[in-house]
């Protein structure tokens, strides 16, 4: 089965701790994306990524990194410099970012939580 | 004025009736549209995508857009209680970048 797979489903951090989120697809697409989504608030772009080894910031990266070194995985990196890190994280692919069409397709989220 | 538009709801329809949602958007150069549903603590599902003016239909869905007013709709026929999520409204904007926006909550009354 084609898909994107994320893990873990939840995650509980310690203040001070940097943890990571891993994102697998299948799909055989160029594009990933990391969201924040937060109660209430529509989804925000932390990272994406267009194609192996290049990767560019969205609206909310500080406090945040990521690599991709396998098209199929996009990890993203929660570090100490997050202030705020309790959400729900999603991981989403398309088949190229600069398409005409550009589908998103998410997978099943990890949610964040700061102790 | 913001990217994109949707009423918070909550949107109360009778099961079996028709669901509109709207959306506008501010990004004239916007050619692509899409319309995701979002359980309770799950992640966005695609359901509709949108490119031309006019009607694209997909069994009980209905995705209408209309460029010149910049705005785009979702109708749902023969509501389901299995129909009551949150649906996200996005739109890619002349940076290819994918707007979206809070979101519609919809709940179907048996």
């Known amino acids: 089965d084609g898909g994107i797979t994320q893990s873990p489903k939840y995650l509980f951090r310690k203040e001070g701790q940097n943890v990571t989120l891993s994102c697998e697809q299948n799909?055989?697409?160029?594009?990933m994306y990391w969201y924040r989504q937060d109660p209430g608030q529509g989804l925000r772009l932390i990272y994406y990524?267009?194609?192996?080894?290049?990767?560019q910031k969205g609206d909310i990266a500080e406090g945040y990194s990521v690599s991709r070194e396998k098209k199929e995985s996009f990890p993203l990196t929660v570090t100490s410099a997050q202030k705020n890190p309790t959400a729900f994280y999603l991981c989403?692919?398309?088949?190229?970012?600069?398409?005409?069409?550009?589908?998103?397709?998410f997978g099943p989220g990890t949610r964040l939580t700061v102790l | 004025q913001k990217e994109v538009e949707q009423n918070s709801g909550p949107l109360s329809v009778p099961e079996g009736a028709i669901a509109s949602l709207n959306c506008t958007y501010s990004d004239r150069g916007s050619q692509s549209f899409f319309w995701y549903r979002q359980y309770s603590g799950k992640s966005p599902e695609l359901i509709m995508s949108?490119?031309?003016?006019g009607d694209k239909e997909d069994g009980r869905f209905t995705a209408q857009l209309n460029k010149a007013s910049q705005y785009v709709s979702l109708l749902i026929r023969d509501s389901q209680p299995s129909d009551s999520a949150t649906y996200l409204c996005?739109?890619?904007?002349?940076?290819?970048?994918?707007?979206f926006g809070k979101g519609t909550r919809l709940h179907i009354l048996p």
């Open positions: 949108i490119y031309s003016n």
């Open positions: 996005a739109f890619k904007n002349r940076d290819d970048k994918i707007i």
């Open positions: 799909l055989n697409h160029d594009a």
């Open positions: 989403a692919s398309s088949t190229a970012y600069d398409s005409s069409y550009n589908e998103q397709f």
């Open positions: 990524s267009q194609i192996v080894n290049d990767f």
